[in-house]
């Protein structure tokens, strides 16, 4: 499983720096715009400089509407910033129709400049609130429209959770209409560590955090801390050491 980290600046992205070892993704947003508040060209520019050169750097374009074009657009300025993941929030699609349409539109910007980039169909486990579309959507928008991930989010940032509103089995068939389609499945929304068991048992390729490792686990008021990644990161390889462990135990049962 990879962990993502989401700084909301070039402070916060030097903080990430110095816990690189400990995480794989940086993701470049604004959280005083959104769950997937897209932050400025020039700040992508400043954080992909100060990352390691190892490390991919993602990018949010925002909670985006239904406006195929204008997201295109926002896509194709992210990558042409240094952003090399490109997470596009479809807050404003109600249909499955509307969501391929926009992530259509992206998957060409993007990758017409830059092949190697890797486009990520967001939607949200609170999908019920803001009437967008169905979460389980999730993977066959991002098969259709040639991206390379699904990912789920909280749109409200109001202290619920991923699993508050979607419970493990739920997200369990969303990686697994992820996996069926070869795309890879990132689960986000407050995780905390206790999360991690879950998360890793059901297969999840990318989790997502920012609040469980800030100040006081909180995303807006506090910061990054590379202590608390360094031990976030430490969580997740434990949950991956038993998961492995324990399928190795059942394996050997199974044949015996």
Same mark, same amino acid.
């Given at each position: 499983?990879?962990?993502?980290?989401?700084?909301?600046?070039?402070?916060?992205?030097?903080?990430?720096v110095?816990?690189?070892?400990?995480?794989?993704?940086?993701?470049?947003?604004?959280?005083?715009?959104?769950?997937?508040?897209?932050?400025?060209?020039?700040?992508?520019?400043?954080?992909?400089?100060?990352?390691?050169?190892?490390?991919?750097?993602? +990018?949010?374009?925002? #909670?985006?509407p239904? /406006?195929? $074009? *204008?997201?295109?657009?926002?896509? @194709?300025?992210?990558? !042409?910033?240094?952003?090399?993941?490109?997470?596009?929030g479809?807050?404003?699609?109600?249909?499955?129709?509307?969501?391929?349409?926009?992530?259509?539109?992206?998957?060409?910007?993007?990758k017409?400049?830059?092949?190697?980039?890797?486009?990520?169909?967001?939607?949200?486990?609170?999908?019920?609130?803001?009437?967008?579309?169905?979460p389980?959507?999730?993977?066959?928008?991002a098969?259709?429209?040639?991206?390379? +991930?699904?990912?789920? #989010?909280?749109?409200? /940032?109001? $202290? *619920?959770?991923?699993?508050?509103? @979607?419970?493990?089995? !739920?997200?369990?068939?969303?990686?697994?209409?992820?996996?069926?389609?070869?795309?890879?499945?990132?689960?986000?929304?407050?995780?905390?560590?206790?999360?991690?068991?879950?998360?890793?048992?059901?297969?999840?390729?990318?989790?997502?955090?920012?609040?469980?490792?800030?100040?006081?686990?909180?995303?807006?008021?506090?910061?990054?801390?590379?202590?608390?990644?360094?031990?976030?990161?430490?969580?997740?390889?434990?949950?991956?050491?038993?998961?492995?462990?324990?399928?190795?135990? *059942?394996?050997?049962?199974?044949?015996?």
């Amino acid at each position: 499983m990879l962990l993502l980290i989401s700084p909301d600046g070039l402070d916060e992205a030097l903080d990430c720096v110095k816990a690189a070892e400990h995480l794989d993704i940086v993701d470049v947003k604004r959280p005083a715009e959104g769950s997937l508040g897209a932050n400025f060209p020039w700040v992508i520019r400043e954080i992909r400089a100060a990352v390691p050169a190892d490390k991919p750097v993602s +990018a949010t374009v925002g #909670d985006v509407p239904y /406006k195929p $074009g *204008t997201v295109a657009q926002a896509a @194709l300025g992210a990558v !042409v910033s240094g952003a090399t993941y490109i997470k596009v929030g479809l807050y404003g699609c109600t249909t499955t129709e509307q969501a391929t349409e926009v992530m259509r539109g992206v998957v060409r910007a993007v990758k017409d400049y830059r092949p190697d980039a890797f486009v990520v169909a967001s939607g949200y486990a609170d999908a019920h609130r803001i009437g967008c579309v169905n979460p389980l959507s999730l993977p066959d928008i991002a098969r259709r429209s040639g991206s390379d +991930a699904a990912m789920l #989010d909280t749109a409200i /940032k109001d $202290g *619920t959770r991923l699993f508050d509103h @979607l419970p493990p089995d !739920v997200c369990a068939r969303f990686v697994k209409l992820a996996h069926e389609a070869d795309l890879l499945a990132a689960l986000a929304g407050s995780v905390k560590v206790g999360d991690l068991g879950v998360l890793t048992g059901i297969g999840t390729d990318i989790v997502g955090v920012r609040g469980a490792v800030c100040e006081g686990g909180d995303r807006d008021t506090g910061r990054i801390r590379p202590e608390l990644v360094a031990a976030f990161r430490a969580e997740m390889d434990r949950h991956a050491r038993d998961h492995a462990g324990t399928a190795a135990t *059942t394996a050997a049962i199974a044949a015996s």
